[in-house]
């Protein structure tokens, strides 16, 4: 038997008690059921409650449809609540690395962004989660010790790079570790920005 009102469609990502960062990503609130006589209201894309707050670059916000009865229900928002909502600008960047990978083996950096990018990588032993407002983003690697940084190059025309990397053998007795790789874009237009995080667990050759 079908239900007078229709139920409502689920928020894309519901914020509560908590603070995140949020670059690249889309946001989108699922449909209102169809009820008998009422429609159920669509889902906002991105909710945040009072006790919440978001810093986002660059993402796509769509509420759910609002969906129908004889009484049709009422579209989500894109954004909503009594959060604190940071908008950044800026563009959002790609970053992917395969894993695992094994010592003295092929493997690849692909970075996206904007053409002309000078794009490089943090490495460290261990991950961490520190927003840094003057870079745009999330340091997602370790800074005790200090990471290692390296600069790499240039984003060609089409603003992907894809670079083969080889991990040296680490010696004797070696058999795994992780290590994490964040990936850090600069452009005349929008300065240092940081990018995606990428965890690699390097394998001795044997596995």
Known sequence: MQSQAGGFGADGCRGENSTFFASGYRFEGGDGGWGKYFGGNGGDGLYLASDSEARLLDNVYEGGEGEGGIGPGSPGHGTYGSGTFHYLSGTAH?????????????????????????????????????????????????????????????????GI??????????????????????????????GVTLGPLSPVIALAEIY
């Open 161 to 190: 790079l894809t670079m083969p990397i080889t991990i040296p053998n680490q010696g004797p007795g070696y058999t795994a570790h992780t290590v994490y790789v964040q990936s850090i874009f600069s452009s005349t237009s929008e």
């Open 94 to 158: 790609s970053f992917e690395t395969p894993s695992p990978v094994r010592l003295n083996g092929a493997s690849t950096f692909t970075f996206e962004g904007q053409p002309n990018d000078l794009v490089g990588i943090f490495i460290s032993s261990h991950a961490d989660s520190k927003f840094m407002a003057s870079f745009k983003g999330q340091l997602l690697v370790g800074t005790k010790p200090m990471p290692f940084l390296f600069i790499l190059g240039t984003l060609p025309a089409l």
